[in-house]
């Protein structure tokens, strides 16, 4: 779900940061969770939100948030889980589990706007089609410097050419950017999703300074 | 949510409390030496209040704990941070 903010004072924010969110309810009980910015312009900040069901935040967010209410928010935060143009003229591999493409996608649309013509790849894991976060933000993205390959672990949608299930070390291997070719990598997703990735990554034969991992927890 | 998460997560708390955000900043761990950003700590979120272990050997390296009208910040597992200048 997509949960769009207007901040009057917002002052922009680098790709890859987040927010806290902090709702307290009237017996003054407070919980904060954090959320990545998918975009922002001009005091208006984007988040992709997926809803737990058991969960006591994101249900909130998904569902009983209304126009006009107001949402106590703290960033842009975060200094680690950045991409910056410009940095480094090294290929980057994003590799995103779910709503951990949300930060990923931010990064892909810097590097759009910034022309940055290092090679971009995606790989995004992810349940069924209906569960694609950003889909017409990514296929507008793509072209000779970003390209996006879907992993759909439960269902695909009709006409799909691949496998369904989930990502191996086989399917990473084949998908991502060679150890050779030394990509920085951001790894982004739930948290047993971003230590496999990463230990496989490592596998593979990349360092563990070029993978950058962000972990949203959950199984 | 008893699953961990990493230093990413305390880029709020500490901004709040160190400038600027530390969270990228290498810290070293005073039981093993390991080195790393803060980022990369393994991060409890509810311990209670946040609780940052070094992921190479466990040891707990800062710990930030909200009361009513203070919050406590525990260091006391790095033995140094590199501070831009
Ligand atoms: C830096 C950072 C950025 C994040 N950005 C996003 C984002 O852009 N979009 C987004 O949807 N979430 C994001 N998250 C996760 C988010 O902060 C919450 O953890 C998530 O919304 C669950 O909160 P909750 O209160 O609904 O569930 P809780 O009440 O905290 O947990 C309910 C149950 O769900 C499990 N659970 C908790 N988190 C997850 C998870 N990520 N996946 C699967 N199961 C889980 C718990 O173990 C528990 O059993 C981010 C987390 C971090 C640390
Ligand atoms: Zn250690």
Redesign the pocket.
Known sequence: MRLVLDVPTWPGNEAGT?VDVRLTAPDGYQ?T????VATSDRGRVV????E?P??????FLVREVRAGDKLEIHGPL?SYFLWRPGQSNRPVQLIAGG?GV??LHAMAAAHAAASDSTLFRLVYSVRTPAHVYFRDELAALAGPSFTVDYVYTRQAPPGWGGTVGRLTRDSLASTTIAPHERPRIFVCG?TRFAETVAAWLLDLGHSARDILT?????? | ???P?DG??LAGALANLLVPDPTNLQARCTNCGQVAPIAEAVVYPDAPGLVARCRTCDHVLAAIVDDKDKTYLSLSGLSAIALPK
């Open positions: 987040h919980a969770r954090s959320y990545s988040l992709g939100i997926e737990l058991d969960g006591e935040v994101s249900p975060g709503s949300v930060p739930s962000e972990r949203y927890g959950g199984k | 949510m008893t699953t998460l990413n997560v």
